[in-house]
C-alpha cells in the first residue's frame, strides 16, 4: 500500500501476513537508483523533497510469512510518479504476489522467452511462460547453501534478476519504445547493450555510443561525458567535451580546466624533471628552482627567479569576483608596484610603492602591525619621522588638515597657513580629553559623568569663557536651551546645599534644592517673590556724602506728591498704589533715573516724613500741655468764682429770709 504525504511517499506493507524483510527502491526515469532501503519494520517512508522534477517509479518487495518458512510469500508493489514544481503526483500503483514454486507448464514458456531475450538471432525456443508478472526461481540445495535467484518480466521494470534471499535486484533491463537488441552477443563475442549505446569488443576496446570503438575507450555523443561521484562525499567531477573544448569539470558543474580543439603544441606538457610546462613557456611551474631548491612559478618566464615570476611589459596581476563581477589589480608600471580597484578604463591607483622607497617605508610585521619608517612597529600603525606627519585631503572642498608630532605637542594643523588647530602636550596627564562611548567628553576624567566633564584635583576645576574682541558690544557667552524646564545647579560639597536656578518658562527661580519652596522666584512680568526678607546695604561703612535732611520740606513734598492707584500695563487687572517714578524722582531726586523707584529711597521718605510729623506732634503735644494747664488754671478760678457765688446766694437768702417785709418793699 502506498500513500501520499506532503513530501514523502508512504509504502506500508501488507498487514495480514508476518514481514520478514521489505526492500524499497526508488529510480529515475534512466533506471538510475535514487533512493534505496531495506527494513523489518511494516513502513518506509521515501522522502521526495530534494529531487527535482521529473517521473520517477518506485518499486517494494516484501517477504511475508504466515508463520512458517514454508509459506513465505514474495509480494511486489510497484509503480509510476511525477514531481511537478516540486509538488508529487501519483500516477499508478500495481502489486503483484509469487509463491515459492513456479506453477507446472509455466517454466517452458519463460525460458523460450528468456533465450529469445539472450540470443534474438536464435531460433525461438518451446519453453514459455506466462503470467501477470512472469518469473522463474533458481533454488541451489546442493551443499546446503540453499540461495534462490529469479527470473522476472513486467511492462514496467523489464527483465530483472532477483536475488530472493536479500530482495534485491543487481540486474535490470527497463522496457523501452524499442526493445530490439536491448542486450546482445553477437557471433564474434562482442557485447551490445541497448542497440549499439554501450559496446564491448573482443579486443577490449569499448564504445559508449559507438560500435567502432578505435580507441580503448571511445565515447560518442552530442556532448560526450565521463562523470565520477563520490558517494561518500556526494560530490561529483566529469570529464566533457564540448563545442570544441575539451573540459574538466567541477561539482558545480563550471568548468575547472578546459583545452580548446585548436590550442597550439605543447599547450600543457609535464618535462622530465617534473616541471609543468602551459603555453610553450607562458606558463611554467618549476619544481625545484634555485640555490633553495623549492618551488617556482614562473608567467612569461622558464627561468622563474622567486617564487611566483611574472615577465611582461607590464606584469600585473588581476583578482575578479564573479558573483558581483568587480575587479581588482596589482600591476608593476613606471618604477611603481600599482594596487588598482576596480579595474577599469579609468582606474585609479589605490596604493602605489615605488622601486626607489627607502628601507621600511611601509611594513606590516608578523603581528599586523604597519610601520612606516620603521622596522619594528610598536602599535597597529607607526610612524618615524624626524617630524612625523599625516596629511588629510578633502578633494570635494580642496582643504587640508595635518596631524604631525612637533617637538612636545601632539598638533592638528589647518589649511590657513598650517595655524595649529589643536594642541595637546606629549607630558599632558591621563585622560586629559576622554571622550567614552556615549560621545561624552571628559576633561581629566576617564569616566565622564556628563556630556561636558571638567575634573580637577588640585585646587584649579574651573570653567572661562573669555570674548577677546577688542570692539565692545552685547554678547551672549552662556546659554543654556531645553524643551522644558531649564535648570543648572550650584552643589557646596560640604554642607551638601544645592541651589537650583530654573527657567520654568513662566518664571525664573532660585531655590535650595530638597527643600520643597520656591526661596526666590521673579515672573515673566517682572514681579519677584522672596520667601524670606529682604536686606538691603545700608552700611554706615558703605556710605558717603551723609548729609541731615529737613524733615519739614521732605514732609511737604509727601503731602504735595501724586499718589494713586493704577495697574502695570503687562499685569492688567492687578492693582497697587503709589506715586509715579518720574514724579519722585522731581520731588526728591532719589535714584539713577526717572522710570525706577527704589525700596530703600520710599522707607527713606516714608522715615523721614515720620520724623517730621513726629516733630509736628512733639510741638503740639507741648502746646496742648501749656493749653490744658491753662485750661487748670481756669478751671480752677470758676470753681473758686462758683463757690464764691454760691455762698452769696445762700446769703442772699438768709437775708430775704430774716427781712421778707422790708426786703418785699424795698
Do not use: C
Amino acid at each position: 500500500m502506498v500513500d501520499l504525504m506532503p513530501d514523502a511517499l508512504v509504502v506500508e506493507a501488507p498487514a495480514t501476513m508476518d514481514l520478514v524483510v521489505m526492500n524499497v527502491r526508488v529510480f529515475s526515469q534512466q533506471g538510475e537508483t535514487v533512493f534505496s532501503e531495506q527494513s523489518v519494520g511494516e513502513v518506509v517512508v521515501i522522502p521526495f523533497y530534494d529531487l527535482p522534477d521529473g517521473s520517477y517509479g518506485y518499486e517494494s518487495v516484501s517477504v511475508i510469512s504466515k508463520g512458517q518458512p514454508e509459506d513465505e510469500k514474495t509480494l511486489r508493489s510497484y509503480g509510476r510518479f511525477e514531481i511537478v514544481n516540486g509538488v508529487l503526483v501519483l500516477k499508478s500503483d500495481n502489486q503483484r504476489e509469487s509463491v515459492g514454486m513456479a506453477e507446472p507448464g509455466r517454466v517452458s514458456r519463460l525460458l523460450g522467452g528468456l533465450l529469445d531475450l539472450l540470443v534474438p538471432q536464435a531460433q525461438a525456443a518451446d519453453v514459455d511462460v506466462s503470467d501477470d508478472w512472469p518469473w522463474v526461481k533458481f533454488n541451489d540445495t546442493d551443499g546446503g547453501s540453499n540461495i534462490d535467484w529469479a527470473l522476472a518480466f513486467d511492462l514496467v521494470f523489464g527483465y530483472s534478476l532477483l536475488d530472493v534471499e536479500s530482495s534485491t535486484i543487481p540486474f535490470n533491463i527497463l522496457p523501452s519504445v524499442n526493445n530490439d537488441r536491448s542486450f546482445e552477443i553477437d557471433l564474434q563475442g562482442d557485447i551490445n547493450l541497448a542497440n549499439g549505446a554501450f559496446w564491448v569488443e573482443r579486443t577490449g576496446d569499448v564504445g559508449i555510443g559507438t560500435t567502432n570503438p578505435d580507441t580503448l575507450l571511445h565515447l560518442s555523443a552530442g556532448v560526450p561525458r565521463i562523470q565520477l561521484f563520490d558517494e561518500t562525499n556526494n560530490t561529483r567531477g566529469a570529464l566533457i567535451y564540448n563545442s570544441n573544448t575539451l573540459a574538466l569539470e567541477g561539482n558545480s558543474y563550471q568548468n575547472v580546466i578546459w583545452f580548446r580543439q585548436d590550442s597550439p603544441a605543447d599547450s600543457l606538457s609535464i618535462e622530465t624533471s617534473g616541471d609543468l610546462n602551459l603555453a610553450d613557456g607562458r606558463f611554467y611551474f618549476d619544481r625545484a628552482a634555485g640555490a633553495t631548491n623549492t618551488e617556482r612559478l614562473g608567467i612569461g618566464t622558464t627561468a622563474p627567479a622567486a617564487s611566483i615570476h611574472v615577465s611582461e611589459n607590464i606584469p600585473a596581476l588581476r583578482l575578479t569576483d564573479e558573483s558581483s563581477g568587480d575587479s581588482a589589480e596589482i600591476r608593476f608600471d613606471a618604477n611603481q608596484l600599482q594596487f588598482l580597484s576596480p579595474v577599469t578604463p579609468a582606474s585609479e591607483r589605490i596604493m602605489s610603492l615605488h622601486r626607489d622607497a627607502p628601507p621600511n617605508s611601509l611594513l606590516v610585521s608578523n603581528l599586523g602591525l604597519v610601520g612606516m619608517g620603521v622596522l619594528t612597529p610598536q602599535q597597529p600603525l607607526h610612524m618615524s619621522a624626524a617630524i612625523p606627519r599625516i596629511q588629510l585631503d578633502n578633494e570635494t572642498n580642496n582643504r587640508t588638515a595635518y596631524l604631525l608630532n612637533n617637538a612636545s605637542l601632539f598638533v592638528v594643523e589647518g589649511d590657513q597657513s598650517q595655524q595649529n588647530i589643536l594642541n595637546l602636550h606629549l607630558s599632558a596627564p591621563q585622560n586629559s580629553v576622554f571622550v567614552d562611548s556615549n560621545g561624552w567628553l571628559g576633561l581629566n576624567t576617564g569616566t565622564p559623568g556628563a556630556p561636558l566633564h571638567v575634573r580637577r584635583t588640585g585646587g584649579t576645576a574651573q570653567i572661562l569663557v573669555e570674548e577677546a574682541n577688542g570692539i565692545a558690544a552685547p554678547r551672549t557667552l552662556f546659554k543654556l536651551s531645553n524643551r522644558g524646564n531649564t535648570k543648572f545647579e550650584i552643589e557646596e560639597l560640604v554642607s551638601g546645599n544645592n541651589w537650583g536656578f530654573t527657567n520654568s518658562g513662566d518664571d525664573f527661580r532660585v531655590s535650595l534644592q530638597g527643600s520643597g519652596d520656591i526661596e526666590f522666584r521673579i515672573e515673566n512680568g517682572g514681579d519677584a517673590h522672596l520667601k524670606g526678607v529682604l536686606f538691603e546695604n545700608s552700611d554706615r561703612n558703605a556710605k558717603t556724602e551723609i548729609r541731615d535732611l529737613d524733615e519739614q520740606a521732605i514732609l511737604e513734598r509727601v503731602r504735595t506728591l501724586d499718589i494713586a492707584r493704577w495697574q502695570y500695563k503687562d499685569t492688567p487687572n492687578v492693582d497697587h498704589i503709589g506715586p509715579m517714578a518720574q514724579d519722585f524722582h522731581a520731588a526728591f531726586g532719589l535714584g539713577k533715573s526717572d522710570t525706577s523707584i527704589a525700596t530703600l529711597d520710599t522707607a527713606g521718605v516714608a522715615l523721614a516724613s515720620i520724623q517730621a510729623l513726629a516733630a509736628k506732634d512733639t510741638e503740639q503735644e507741648a502746646h496742648n500741655q501749656l493749653l490744658l494747664e491753662q485750661n487748670h488754671q481756669l478751671r480752677a478760678q470758676n470753681l473758686s468764682l462758683e463757690q464764691r457765688l454760691h455762698e452769696l446766694e445762700q446769703l442772699v437768702g438768709s437775708l430775704v429770709a430774716s427781712k421778707p417785709g422790708r426786703l418785699a418793699a424795698n
